[in-house]
């Protein structure tokens, strides 16, 4: 099985408190977003269980991008 992220964490991404994110199946999610809505978003993935949906949100350009 794959995994269905990848994160690139650079100088700039570490210096700034944010990853770049690469999603298999969430392409909404690619881009660079905060750790902190990271973790928020993986949480609630793993809590509710789900397999990760397509979902209208661009993490640059937030909700109904």
Same mark, same amino acid.
């Given at each position: 099985?794959? @995994?269905?992220?990848?994160? /690139?964490?650079?100088? =700039?991404?570490? *210096?700034?408190?944010?990853?770049?994110?690469? +999603? &298999?199946?969430?392409? @909404?999610?690619?881009?660079? /977003?905060?750790?902190? =809505?990271?973790? *928020?978003?993986?949480?609630?993935?793993?809590? +509710? &269980?789900?397999?990760?949906?397509?979902?209208?949100?661009?993490?640059?350009?937030?909700?109904?991008?």
């Amino acid at each position: 099985a794959r @995994d269905p992220y990848m994160l /690139i964490i650079g100088a =700039k991404e570490a *210096e700034q408190g944010q990853v770049s994110v690469r +999603s &298999r199946v969430r392409k @909404d999610l690619d881009g660079v /977003i905060a750790v902190e =809505k990271l973790h *928020e978003i993986l949480v609630d993935e793993i809590q +509710s &269980r789900a397999l990760p949906q397509e979902k209208s949100f661009s993490p640059t350009l937030g909700e109904d991008a």
